[in-house]
Structure formats: structure tokens, C-alpha cells
């Protein structure tokens, strides 16, 4: 008898214990989410930052389960209509450079509940087949949005083709743009690897970097080898400055995004005008791949693809100290114009 009064007892503690975590555990994801749900200011109003307007609740439901839906294309246009969802030309485009961290920059800044990443580098601008297409392809290309929400693009090739920036300017000479670097004899590193790589895939034969980066007749660094030329930042910038001014630049440091994610974030936060929303909760540190990944809430986290964050190979370190010889007065002139200095060699 006494024992199944024990017994009894044992059952009814183990489900008030439930009951109990359960509800600790709605609370916290119910906390986690309303968190993100709060007003933005429009990025036209950089300087003052009016009252935020409400949004509404239904865009704290709905951001990511019906955007996917949306995607996917299995939204019907009522469902398009009634969520007054709408396809949005990018007001900011990360413009580059390859290599220096586009992909993370995006996927982290879309962890802001007012931004909204078109998935695919669009080549729209750098790509003449493209551009003939037209705006309206553009538009049709990017996600749909709440029309609060900024839609962010990255197409990295952007950055160093030289039609680029009339173009863009033809669309928005207002338009925010985000340039992410690091420094630039490890980004040319990485620039070769990624080469190599798809080398690799077709079972093909590549040169060593070192062959490649410096000119065997003079011994000089070869200026015309592709992943060289991207990293001399200053002289592609110098051709952007002829459209746009230097204020509707940021400078990300893709060195920092990469061992210290948030501050480079909250900077680009601040340059957007949009209320700081992105934390240390939606970014934590993963050992296997050595990477900051992302979480979105209790139960979704991501890292990137395994494609990002590849082990370079060794280079000849009198090869490394040609280059950052060889790159040095040009970063000086890009921390002059730029206004934001790096600890490059
Ligand atoms: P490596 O592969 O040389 O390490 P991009 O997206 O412009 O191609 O840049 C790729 C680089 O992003 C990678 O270069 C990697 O170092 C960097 N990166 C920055 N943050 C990262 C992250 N959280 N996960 C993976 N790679 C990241």
C-alpha cells in the first residue's frame, strides 16, 4: 500500500516537473523571438532615427516560416497579398571583395529581423547578359520582404568590374554599400586556394601560388595575376569614389568577422540605421569547424558550408613578405581614404 502511494506520488511529481520545464522552456523561446520583434527605423533616416513604428505581430510569426514558404514558390498571391509581401530592390549591397568573408558577412546581418538576403550572388551589374535583362529580372530575383525590411545582396565580383558602379548608381546613388576585406596577401591566399580547389574537382594540374603571385623574369610581384589585383583595395575603391562618396561605404574587417563577429556587426547595424537586434545568443563558437556559426533561435543554428573556411596552403614566407612589401602603400592610401586603419604588415 505504502508503496504504491509512493509510486503515485513519483508519477504525479515527474509530471508537475514536465509541466514545469516545459513551460521554463516555452518562456525562454517565447523571450528569445519577442526580442527580435522590435521596431526598426527606416535607413533612409540615418542621422535621426524617427519613432519606430510597431510590427505587428504577425511578422514575428511569419518572418521565417512563410518568407521559406515563399521561396520555395508555394505561396499563392492571396497569401502574397494579405501579408502585403513584397519583392524589394536591395537597399545595401555587399559589393566584396571575393574572399574576404561575403558569405558570412550576409548570412549573419540576415539574422536581423528587419534584413532580408537574396540567397544567390545575382551577378546583375557585373554580368552584361544579365544587366540587358533589366530592372524588373533584378527585382524579380530578389526574396519577398515585409515592406519594412531591407533586402541585402552580395555579388563580390561586383567590387573589382569596372561598369559596376555607374550601373548601380543608375538604380540608387543613395544606396548603402559594404565593402568586407582582409588583409591582402591572405586573402589572395585564400583567393588561389579556392582556384586550386576547383582545379582539384576536374583533375587538374595548377601552378603553386608562389609561380603565380610573383613574375619569374624580374622577381617582381606579378600585378597581373587576377588574386593580386583584387587585393590592391584602394585602386578599385578610387574607381567607386567617381560615383559614390565615401560616407555610403562601410568598411567590414573580415579578419575581426571572423574571430570576433558581433562588434563588425553592430558597426554595420549602426551604418544601416537599424536598432541593434543581432547578439552574442546569435552567434556562438564551434570547435569542430573552427568558426563562429549562427542561431536563430532555441531550435535553428547553422554554420556555413564547408566550402568557406578551407586550409590554405603554405607559401613561401619570402613570397608572403614580397607581398605585403608590395601591398603596403596601397593599404595605407585605402586606410586614408577610408578613414578605418588596419594592423596590415
Ligand atoms: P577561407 O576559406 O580562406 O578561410 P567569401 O564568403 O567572401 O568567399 O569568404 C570566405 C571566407 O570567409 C573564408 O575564407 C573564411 O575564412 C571567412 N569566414 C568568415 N567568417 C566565417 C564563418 N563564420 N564561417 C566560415 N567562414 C568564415
Given at each position: 500500500m505504502l508503496f504504491k502511494q509512493q509510486a503515485l506520488l513519483r508519477q504525479k511529481l515527474f509530471v508537475l516537473g514536465s509541466l514545469a520545464i516545459g513551460s521554463v522552456l516555452y518562456l525562454v523561446a517565447r523571450v528569445g523571438t519577442l526580442d527580435r520583434l522590435q521596431?526598426?527605423?527606416?535607413?533612409?533616416?540615418?542621422?535621426?532615427?524617427?519613432?519606430?513604428?510597431?510590427?505587428?505581430?504577425?511578422?514575428?510569426?511569419?518572418?521565417?516560416?512563410?518568407?521559406?514558404?515563399?521561396?520555395?514558390?508555394?505561396?499563392?498571391?492571396?497569401?502574397?497579398?494579405?501579408?502585403?509581401?513584397?519583392?524589394?530592390l536591395p537597399r545595401a549591397i555587399i559589393i566584396g571583395v571575393r574572399k574576404g568573408g561575403t558569405r558570412a558577412l550576409l548570412e549573419m546581418l540576415n539574422l536581423h529581423p528587419a534584413v532580408v538576403k537574396a540567397s544567390q550572388e545575382i551577378h546583375f551589374f557585373d554580368n552584361d547578359q544579365n544587366y540587358a535583362r533589366g530592372i524588373d529580372w533584378y527585382r524579380g530575383k530578389m526574396p519577398f520582404s515585409f515592406p519594412?525590411?531591407?533586402?541585402?545582396?552580395?555579388?563580390?565580383?561586383?567590387?573589382?568590374?569596372?561598369?559596376?558602379?555607374?550601373?548601380?548608381?543608375?538604380?540608387?546613388?543613395?544606396?548603402?554599400?559594404?565593402?568586407?576585406?582582409?588583409?591582402p596577401t591572405t586573402r589572395a591566399v585564400s583567393d588561389y586556394t579556392q582556384v586550386l580547389e576547383g582545379k582539384e574537382r576536374k583533375n587538374k594540374t595548377y601552378h603553386k601560388f608562389e609561380k603565380l603571385a610573383i613574375d619569374t623574369n624580374t622577381c617582381e610581384v606579378n600585378t597581373k595575376y587576377k588574386a593580386v589585383r583584387t587585393s590592391i583595395y584602394t585602386k578599385h575603391l578610387e574607381r567607386w569614389l567617381k560615383y559614390f562618396p565615401v560616407k555610403q561605404f562601410h568598411i567590414v574587417d573580415g579578419d575581426r568577422l571572423i574571430t570576433d563577429p558581433l562588434p563588425e556587426l553592430q558597426l554595420v547595424e549602426r551604418f544601416l540605421n537599424l536598432p541593434s537586434r543581432i547578439s552574442q545568443y546569435n552567434l556562438y563558437f564551434n570547435a569542430t569547424r573552427g568558426f563562429y556559426c549562427l542561431r536563430f533561435n532555441i531550435v535553428f543554428n547553422k554554420c556555413l558550408a564547408g566550402s568557406k573556411g578551407r586550409i590554405h596552403p603554405e607559401v613561401d614566407p619570402s613570397v608572403v613578405t614580397k607581398l605585403q612589401k608590395f601591398f603596403h602603400p596601397f593599404n595605407q592610401k585605402f586606410y586614408q581614404i577610408t578613414g578605418r586603419t588596419f594592423n596590415w604588415p
Open positions: 521596431p526598426i527605423c527606416p535607413i533612409e533616416n540615418r542621422l535621426t532615427p524617427p519613432e519606430p513604428e510597431q510590427i505587428p505581430l504577425r511578422t514575428l510569426q511569419f518572418k521565417r516560416g512563410l518568407l521559406h514558404e515563399l521561396r520555395k514558390g508555394n505561396a499563392t498571391k492571396e497569401q502574397i497579398r494579405l501579408h502585403n509581401l513584397v519583392q524589394q519594412h525590411q531591407i533586402t541585402i545582396e552580395k555579388s563580390p565580383a561586383y567590387f573589382i568590374t569596372e561598369e559596376v558602379p555607374e550601373r548601380i548608381f543608375k538604380m540608387n546613388s543613395s544606396i548603402k554599400l559594404l565593402i568586407i576585406v582582409r588583409e
